[in-house]
């Protein structure tokens, strides 16, 4: 019969993150083997390094941001037709 190895999911919060990002700074290890000695994704890696250099302010949920439905260059008065023939 074979076995599959499923990892726990752990949530880490910011000052965990902040800690393992600044030890694979010094581990002079590749993504690939940091992750993998580390137990963590690659996926959450790079997010949370992308993360690093924003203030947290900036985006406290880390979930995208939505646009508005009404764009940003959007005028008081209507826009001419032209049509073309």
């Known amino acids: 019969m074979e076995t599959t190895t ?8 910011a000052e965990q993150w ?4 600044s030890r694979f ?3 002079g290890l590749s993504v690939a083997e940091f992750c993998a000695r580390e137990g963590i994704s690659d996926t959450s890696f790079h997010r ?3 993360r690093r250099g924003r203030p947290a302010a900036a ?7 939505r646009s508005s439905s009404t ?3 959007c005028s008081a008065r209507p826009c001419p037709l ?3 023939n």
Do not use: E, I, M, Q
């Open 6 to 13: 499923r990892r726990l999911r752990v949530k880490r919060g």
């Open 18 to 21: 902040r800690v393992l990002l």
């Open 48 to 50: 949370w390094r992308g």
């Open 25 to 27: 700074d010094g581990s």
């Open 59 to 65: 985006n406290p949920t880390g979930r995208r941001r």
């Open 71 to 73: 764009p940003a260059f």
């Open 82 to 84: 032209h049509v073309l």
